[in-house]
């Protein structure tokens, strides 16, 4: 299964460094890549800032995959919830997407388009660190498919 995260805006180094690492333990399991947009901060209205990004989003777009978007306004997943829906997508061969919207979150037209809806909770989270937490999720429920000892939740 090819998976992808796709978000909005760049990361500060320290941020970068943990996606990284996360990232390089993923590729043990399945291929995944993280492609970025730049956040269109300069837009005249927080709606033209999402319309653009959303824009810029869509056309990077894989073809045919399964689009989880992440958000406040989704469902909250055990790390053993999301375990089991990565064996299912996996099962499924068509590519996995990761959204991560920008600091204002993702345009109502892509989270509408979306086939899940993923929320961290309902804390406000800087979506660097939402990216960094996708990373380390997605790790976390390839070892409890593999039956590892990394998850020690119940």
Same mark, same amino acid.
């Given at each position: 299964?090819?998976? &992808?995260?796709l978000? &909005?805006?760049?990361l500060?180094?320290?941020? $970068?460094?943990?996606?990284?690492?996360y +990232?390089? $333990?993923?590729?043990?399991? *399945?291929?995944? +890549?993280?492609?970025?947009?730049?956040e269109?901060? $300069?837009?005249?209205?927080? @709606?033209?800032?999402?319309?653009?990004?959303?824009? /810029?989003?869509?056309?990077?777009?894989?073809?045919?995959s399964?689009?989880?978007a @992440?958000?406040?306004?989704g469902?909250?997943?055990? *790390?053993?919830?999301?375990? +089991?829906?990565?064996? $299912?997508?996996?099962?499924? !061969?068509?590519p996995?997407?990761?959204? %991560?919207?920008? *600091? %204002?979150?993702?345009?109502?037209?892509?989270?509408? /388009?979306?086939?899940?809806?993923?929320?961290?909770?309902?804390l406000t @989270?800087?979506?660097?660190? /939402?990216? #960094? %937490? &996708?990373?380390?999720? #997605?790790?976390? !429920?390839?070892?409890?498919? !593999?039956?590892?000892?990394?998850?020690? !939740?119940?």
């Open positions: 299964m090819d998976m &992808v995260v978000a &909005v805006g760049r500060r180094p320290h941020y $970068r460094a943990a996606c990284d690492e +990232r390089r $333990r993923i590729e043990r399991y *399945s291929p995944i +890549r993280e492609l970025s947009i730049k269109a901060s $300069r837009a005249p209205t927080r @709606l033209a800032q999402l319309a653009q990004e959303g824009q /810029a989003l869509r056309k990077k777009l894989p073809a045919e399964t689009l989880v @992440l958000s406040r306004q469902d909250a997943w055990s *790390s053993r919830e999301l375990a +089991r829906r990565l064996g $299912r997508w996996q099962e499924r !061969g068509t996995l997407v990761f959204l %991560i919207g920008g *600091s %204002i979150g993702l345009a109502p037209d892509l989270l509408e /388009a979306a086939h899940h809806r993923w929320s961290l909770g309902a @989270l800087p979506h660097e660190l /939402a990216r #960094v %937490i &996708v990373y380390e999720q #997605v790790y976390r !429920g390839w070892t409890i498919l !593999g039956g590892e000892q990394y998850h020690k !939740g119940g």
